[in-house]
């Protein structure tokens, strides 16, 4: 007998967008303040294109030749603005109105494209296509006004619900670029002190490549009130004698009378002066630029004992600089505490501090950094996907750890080799 033929039917998911959206914002990230994280990340992102593209064609600088980024706040709204490549029409539609499509991984698959030597060149951040989403974290409405060299300014606008509306700026304002308006939510006012902003800023990206500044808000002497200073100062001159005998309780009125009047004006600062001293070579390098990263990097007030600094190469390549700090860490016993002592960072993005499997726990006391550029992250890009690259990175820091620990003992200083082991042999001995 000959079976029928099954009719099979194929469709289409269902996407229920608001569902993903509430999913993307709620489910992917720990904390809501690495959203300032993921838009610098993008921000960064966008300036690079335009270096790159600049190395090809200088004249796409023409309308601003300045490459950096400036944060604000004004009307309960977090503002972000780059000079970056910026977009068009239709990438809004695509990279924005398209859950996790990357615009910057189909930029790198097209410059491996044509120049595959170049590739290594470029220092773009952004791996997954949704860091722009967590902005809904903090926002309840977010507005992009872009202006690409090739189109006109756009202005995409949505509330994380399921459309969006993209319409031309009738009054543009952006030379070129990218400003993000985030309208942040009533109990998220936190992200509208710019003290609180900037600590994030220097706390995850205060080592990309390209300047943030921030509008801060600082006292000035009012011009103004000059004149009438003056006249208070000439009566007070003249009356002097009376004014001993006036009783003490009147002295304070007098003082506010006569105080300065001052005016609040805003003053554009960078806040990322300080570069990644591990990107840089070792012989361009003094001891005291080490050591003041080292005092930098951990709040001590000490210099490090001993440092090492190199560049692994092999199935992983990452940038790594290890101190062995002159005091033993008062929480070096404490089993239940995470040691926050190697900064983990993925092409000079902070990722995490306190991942156990960087480093094994007889050497928790050794401070320093990680940076790698193709450590494979997972989607909010917090925790690390695959653990045998930790594995690998983990062997390698133990190795050059041992290495640092025999040029000491090595060293004609046999006083700092004396110090080191008195301080750490309980460690050495665990290991």
Not at 349 to 364: R, V
Request: net charge negative.
């Amino acid at each position: 007998q000959i079976e029928p033929v099954q009719k099979i039917e194929t469709k289409q998911y269902d996407a229920d967008i608001s569902q993903l959206m509430n999913l993307i914002v709620n489910a992917f990230y720990s904390k809501s303040e690495i959203f300032l994280r993921e838009l610098l990340s993008n921000s960064s992102d966008a300036l690079e294109k335009l270096r790159y593209e600049s190395l090809i064609d200088n004249s796409v600088l023409d309308a601003e030749r300045e490459l950096k980024i400036k944060i604000w706040v004004e009307d309960k709204k977090l503002i972000v603005e780059d000079t970056g490549i910026g977009m068009t029409r239709d990438d809004l539609v695509n990279n924005l109105g398209t859950i996790a499509k990357s615009g910057t991984k189909k930029f790198l698959e097209n410059v491996k494209k044509g120049d595959v030597d170049k590739k290594g060149d470029i220092e773009q951040i952004g791996q997954f296509g949704v860091g722009f989403y967590s902005s809904f974290l903090v926002a309840d409405k977010v507005e992009v006004y872009t202006k690409h060299n090739s189109d006109n300014e756009y202005i995409w606008e949505s509330s994380a619900t399921e459309s969006y509306t993209i319409r031309e700026n009738p009054n543009p304002s952006l030379k070129r670029g990218t400003k993000i308006v985030l309208h942040i939510k009533e109990y998220d006012d936190e992200y509208l002190d710019l003290d609180n902003v900037k600590d994030i800023i220097t706390r995850y990206t205060q080592y990309i490549s390209f300047p943030i500044e921030m509008l801060e808000m600082k006292e000035v002497i009012d011009d103004n009130s000059d004149n009438e200073l003056a006249v208070e100062e000439e009566s007070a001159a003249e009356d002097a004698t009376e004014d001993a005998k006036i009783e003490d309780v009147s002295d304070d009125e007098d003082e506010e009378d006569t105080k300065v009047k001052t005016k609040k004006v805003g003053e554009w600062n960078i806040i990322n002066s300080q570069k990644p001293i591990w990107c840089r070579k070792t012989d361009d390098i003094t001891k005291e630029e080490y050591n003041e990263f080292y005092k930098n990097l951990t709040d001590d007030s000490s210099d490090a004992l001993a440092y090492k600094h190199f560049h692994a190469e092999g199935q992983l390549e990452f940038d790594c600089l290890l101190y062995i700090p002159e005091r033993t860490p008062l929480d070096m016993f404490d089993q239940g505490k995470k040691k926050k002592n190697i900064k983990l960072y993925v092409k000079r993005i902070f990722i995490m501090d306190d991942c156990d499997d960087l480093i094994p726990e007889w050497l928790k006391f050794m401070k320093g950094v990680v940076d790698s550029h193709d450590i494979p992250l997972n989607v909010s890009r917090e925790l690390l996907q695959q653990n045998h690259i930790l594995r690998q990175v983990s062997k390698v820091i133990v190795k050059r750890s041992i290495e640092l620990f025999n040029e000491l003992a090595e060293d004609e200083d046999e006083e700092k080799y004396e110090n080191f082991y008195d301080t750490y042999n309980k460690m050495l001995k665990l290991g």
